[in-house]
């Protein structure tokens, strides 16, 4: 058990650069995303995460580092954290990392983190292009860290922190002791806009660049190699089927719920 | 500069998303329902810090200024000035213009109005303690201002035909007279009251003499505000004043004797109005030409999208044309304050005249392209060709622009 000094707090919070949600995406010849059709930005749901480490630090001081896995357009959402108000960065870079799963994903944050001394890790609870939400909990696990996910409240007190876990009848009050991992749904809070001041400030910040030889982890664990799972064949979703038009002759609401019946939704 | 870094890409496009999510939805209401813009602009100045900004920027210059009066005071050598940090980049100033013109220009009459020229006029030629009384809110605003010279018989002839007099009473001056077309005229809680000094001499040797004034001081009344063709986001009014009477604590400056009797005062505040302009212009030129694109891919008539007709191709490259151009301009108008110098009256005012018709004709070209829905509000370039069409007129007509270059031009 860590107790907290607020001179000493340090938060990583883990961040993932998304394909725009409103873009067309395309994946490319081996199956991964193709990034360079698309617009880049800060998974939404991080955007909770950074705001929910910058109101703890402003609680109880301490440090806010973003720590993001990418190739080198990256750095943008590294910046936009940077320009919310946290102190320094962390990108995780190298071909190297092209096309790794979830659990090698988690393999090379979990290596980035270790060490770093964090007190509390915070993740947003899924990204919008994967949409898997295994990430934090695998990360959680590899650091043998208590996790405490789909957060809508997160506190600490002295060495211990407290969350409300969003459950499918309410929440449940989970508790651990530090350090521990988070993560953030998105009712958690209304993250901020990066002031002017912020975004001149961010560009003078310190971003430190970190490779698979740096990380200490070998190429066939993580990419398109070392991956556990991999997407064999994709295919477009189908064209939206033509619907069906119930006139209502006197014995309309029947006609519905026969269609619905059939459909299975009642 | 030749195109916008990136810190200045990241702050304009949180501005935009705050603009997208703030002010957009909303349009309907601050356009045609008379929802004064200034909560949502104190929202915005908040969020991205402006107002702290302006403040600590507020701080170090009077505190500059005193070291100044100090070392004169003293006989001492006055210090240097302090070199600008990059909170005065005046691009912090014009991507927000840009950004706010793209949806509502109003919105920005209102703010330049109240933040630029109001305090603009007090804090270059107000005393300290006149600055300190009045120039923060008007920064932040947390006070709304306005900036009073146009009256019902006097527009372009500004200060010949001025009707509005301060007469000596005693240690006060009694204010007559009446504004019209005062942009935050309504809502206003300070307003620089600009006038003639009446001695009894012929109007046209009178001293011009600028007062602040507050809301509610007897004899003074606002207005509700006008309707007019466009920017109805910005409320304008009238002002009458019948006798107000306000100390020399009022006066600005505390003093009678003004440079080229007070008539240069106003001109820095017309140049800075007008280099203000070109952004308003970009803003509008932008919008229109992204929705014209749009238009002219999807709208499908003769079984084809209408950007296949080199009619409407030659009005997107026109477009194109005056947004590079109105672009440069902007960027130009920010290199050279970067650089430490301002533009000449005449640039400002080739500036704003170049501007100001362009964002007219990309405007009503934009109207012109999307044919009959352009006439509809719901396609919004119907907004933006009235909004527009006021660049032609406010801060200098065109034609008083092309006075200010040309003089400039045979004085050579």
Known sequence: MREVDSETMKIVVCVKQVPDSWAEKTLGADNTLDRGSVDAVMNELDEYAVEEALRLQEAHGGEVIVLSMGPSQTTDTIRKALSMGADSGVHVIDDGLHGSDAVATSLALAKAIEGRGADLVIFGSESTDARMSVVPAMVAERLGLPQLTFSSSVSVEGSTVRTNRVTEYGYDVVEASLPALVSV?????????????????????????????????????????GSWSAVEEAAARPPKAKGTIVTDDGAGGTAIADFLSAQKFI | MFEWSDEQVMIRDAVRD???????????????????????????????????????????????????????????????????????????????????????????????VSMGLTAAAINSRGTIAQKERWVPDLLTLDKVGAWAITEPDSGSDAFGSMKSTARRDGDEYLLNGSKTFITNGPYADTIVFICKLDEGNPPAERKILSFVLDSGMPGLEQSPPLRKMGMHSS???????????????????????????????????????????????????????????????DRVQFGQPIGNFQLIQEKLARMEVARLNVENLVFRSIEVAQAGKGLTFAEASAMKLYSARAATEVAMEAVQLFGGNGYMAEYRVEQLARDAKVLQIYAGTDELQIVAIAKDLLRR
Do not use: W
């Not at chain 2, 200024?65 to 980049?89: F, I, L």
């Not at chain 2, 002002?239 to 007070?262: A, K, Q, Y």
């Not at chain 2, 280099?275 to 919008?287: D, F, N, P, Q, T």
């Open chain 1, 185 to 225: 749904v998105e009712k958690i809070n209304e993250p901020r806009y990066p002031s002017f001041k912020g975004i001149m400030a961010a560009k003078k910040k310190k971003v430190e660049t970190v490779d698979l030889a740096g990380l200490g982890v070998s190429a066939d664990q993580v990419g398109l190699a």
């Open chain 2, 235 to 297: 409320p304008t009014g009238q002002l009458f004043l019948n006798d107000v009477r306000v100390g020399r604590d009022r006066l600005v400056g505390e003093t009678e004797d003004v440079p080229s009797g007070g008539r240069e005062g106003a001109k820095d505040t017309f140049s800075m109005e007008r280099s203000g302009v070109a952004a308003m212009a970009l803003g509008i030129i932008e919008e229109c030409l992204e929705l014209s694109v749009g238009y002219a891919k």
């Open chain 2, 18 to 112: 705050f603009i997208n999510k703030e002010i957009r939805p909303r349009v309907e209401e601050f356009e045609h329902g008379d929802t004064p813009p200034y909560d949502v602009l104190r929202k915005l100045f908040a969020t991205f810090g402006m107002d702290a900004m302006a403040r600590e920027r507020f701080k170090r210059q009077i505190e500059f200024e005193r070291a100044v009066e100090e070392a004169k005071a003293k006989g001492e050598p006055v210090p240097e000035k302090p070199t600008r940090e990059g909170g005065s980049d005046p691009s912090l100033t014009m991507l927000p213009i840009i950004e706010l013109c793209r949806v509502s220009p109003g919105m920005v009459t209102a703010m330049g």
